[in-house]
Nanobody, 124 residues
Framework: QVQLVESGGGLVQAGGSLRVSCAAAGRTVSNYAAGWFRQAPGKEREFVAGISWSGGTKYYADSVKGRFTISRDNANNMVYLQMSVLKPEDTAVYYC?????????????????WGQGTQVTVSS
């Protein structure tokens, strides 16, 4: 079993930056793909970014491309999402997810383990 715990969310002004972190405990997730999703009130959970086990392959949603960067530290079982030039529409609960395959998916069903989420609020 794997437990994922996100941290680093908060309130930031538009144009600002924030880094959210995901710590994995239990079985290692360093061998598999990981991702970040977000869910705003009244909306479905959407893909933000995904990363391969080695960190060599990364995918981003068009809405965050060029502003967000996903990374991982396998030695410490951590996954990060650096967010820059934040916009009010980035406001959501951000979830870390870990897969049990090498496939870097864009659908929530591609991931088996989920964190509890961390709130990111961007004020205008």
């Amino acid at each position: 079993q794997v437990q994922l715990v996100e941290s680093g969310g908060g309130l930031v002004q538009a144009g600002g930056s924030l880094r959210v972190s995901c710590a994995a405990a239990g079985r290692t997730v360093s061998n598999y793909a990981a991702g970040w999703f977000r869910q705003a009130p009244g909306k479905e959970r959407e893909f933000v970014a995904g990363i391969s086990w080695s960190g060599g392959t990364k995918y981003y949603a068009d809405s965050v491309k060029g502003r967000f960067t996903i990374s991982r530290d396998n030695a410490n079982n951590m996954v990060y999402l650096q967010m820059s030039v934040l916009k009010p529409e980035d406001t959501a609960v951000y979830y870390c997810a870990a897969a049990t395959t090498f496939f870097v998916g864009r659908d929530p069903s591609d991931y088996k383990y989920w964190g509890q989420g961390t709130q990111v609020t961007v004020s205008s």
